[in-house]
Antibody, heavy 123, light 107 residues
Framework: EVQLVESGGGLVQPGRSLKLSCAASGFTFSDYYMAWVRQAPTKGLEWVASISYDGGSTYYRDSVKGRFTISRDNAKSSLYLQMDSLRSEDTATYYC????????????????WGQGTLVTVSS | DIQMTQSPASLSASLGETVTIECRASEDIYNGLAWYQQKPGKSPQLLIYNANSLHTGVPSRFSGSGSGTQYSLKINSLQSEDVASYFCQQYYDYPFTFGSGTKLEIK
């Protein structure tokens, strides 16, 4: 069974940093692209960043480019999101997700999701 | 960025009914379209990918269709456990974008 468990959320002041972690199990982590998707309170879903299976390629939405860094440790089956220079508009629940993979091709839908970790940016 | 316009924003239907949710992309997304279900207080779950392929374990009363810029999600024989919000997502191009969601309630 695929399990994704996020941690590291909390209350942080604007301009400060926070690092999210996601522990993966139940699948071959090193085979999959991974992503972070966020959801502001009572709002819709927003893709944040993605990383290739080997960590060699990363992709970001414009509003977090230069402030957030996605990374992974395949030996630990873990995904990370380093968030610097946080803003109030970054307040959201952050979900760790797997992207689609059929054994041959990669697809950018989000196949499995963690339970999410809440990040609140406020003074 | 590709804009995803989803309708309706909310929907109320009776048990056993069939409901349809629509999603329109601002440009052709070549079937790069997924649908998600999010139950209250839970994380989203993938229902449909490639516009019309059912994800593992999803009941067959869910189906997706469409092409080009117009896509839809149909739920046959509505059941109480289908109460949720539903989101479409395009993955044809970065940044991946979601529709604003449809909240489905039982009448």
């Amino acid at each position: 069974e695929v399990q994704l468990v996020e941690s590291g959320g909390g209350l942080v002041q604007p301009g400060r940093s926070l690092k999210l972690s996601c522990a993966a199990s139940g699948f071959t982590f090193s085979d999959y692209y991974m992503a972070w998707v966020r959801q502001a309170p009572t709002k819709g879903l927003e893709w944040v960043a993605s990383i290739s299976y080997d960590g060699g390629s990363t992709y970001y939405r414009d509003s977090v480019k230069g402030r957030f860094t996605i990374s992974r440790d395949n030996a630990k089956s873990s995904l990370y999101l380093q968030m610097d220079s946080l803003r109030s508009e970054d307040t959201a629940t952050y979900y760790c997700t797997t992207e689609g993979y059929d054994g041959t091709y990669y697809y950018n839908w989000f196949a499995y999701w963690g339970q999410g970790t809440l990040v609140t940016v406020s003074s | 960025d590709i804009q995803m316009t989803q309708s309706p924003a909310s929907l109320s239907a009776s048990l056993g009914e069939t409901v349809t949710i629509e999603c329109r992309a601002s440009e052709d997304i070549y079937n790069g379209l997924a649908w998600y279900q999010q139950k209250p207080g839970k994380s989203p779950q993938l229902l449909i990918y490639n516009a019309n392929s059912l994800h593992t374990g999803v009941p067959s009363r869910f189906s997706g269709s469409g092409s080009g810029t117009q896509y839809s999600l149909k739920i046959n024989s509505l059941q109480s456990e289908d109460v949720a919000s539903y989101f479409c997502q395009q993955y044809y191009d970065y940044p991946f974008t979601f529709g604003s969601g449809t909240k489905l309630e039982i009448k």
